[in-house]
């Protein structure tokens, strides 16, 4: 071998490793490309997956507000038409009146510190009502109440009207819803002519709210 000959061969060999490098970079390059291709590709598919479900689970939550809203809705309306429906068998046990004062207030005025009934302000003579069908089971002077009437409903509710000017039934008697009980006044404790009202579930001593339970009979005080 010459020394031409020796030349030759070390740029062959180097020519040879060169190109070798260049396709391992560039297969490399091609590895690379492959792969961040494919992540791009992942990446798309999961976001048109989580876009997915989103739409469906607000499409869920939709249909439950609205079958609920309708539920709530078909519930108010049949509690309106039971109201009604109570309602045309119950009476106000007055007319022309003003709400003076509610059950629970507090003061000096009252004997046991506060309000037992509701207090519906009207002229002297006023027509007071049965507010549903019952039995009169007490009628006279009552002290502090003034003429009292009490109304005693089937279901053992003892409605009482005090401060009457005067009573038009008498004990036993059998009234129905509406019925002339007697007429609004100012005898007993009082300041002006109106009717005190009190209900006294199963004759208990203490009083409800005269106003909740006219209400929960569907009627507007
Ligand atoms: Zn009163």
Redesign the pocket.
Known sequence: MTDADTEQGAADAGEALRARIMAQVEQQQDQAEAKAAAEAVAAAEKQAADAAAKAEQEAKDKAAAAKKEAAEEAAKKAEAERLAELAKQYALPTSSYTLS?TFGQAGAYWSSGY?T???FAAPTGTLLKAVHTGTITSAGYDGSYGYKTVLTLDDGTEIWY?HQSSISVSVGQQVNTGDVIGRVGATGNVTGA?L?LEVHPGGSTSGIDPLAWLQSMGLSV
Request: hydrophobic share 25%.
């Open positions: 004062s309000h009934g509701l207090d005090a109106h005190h």
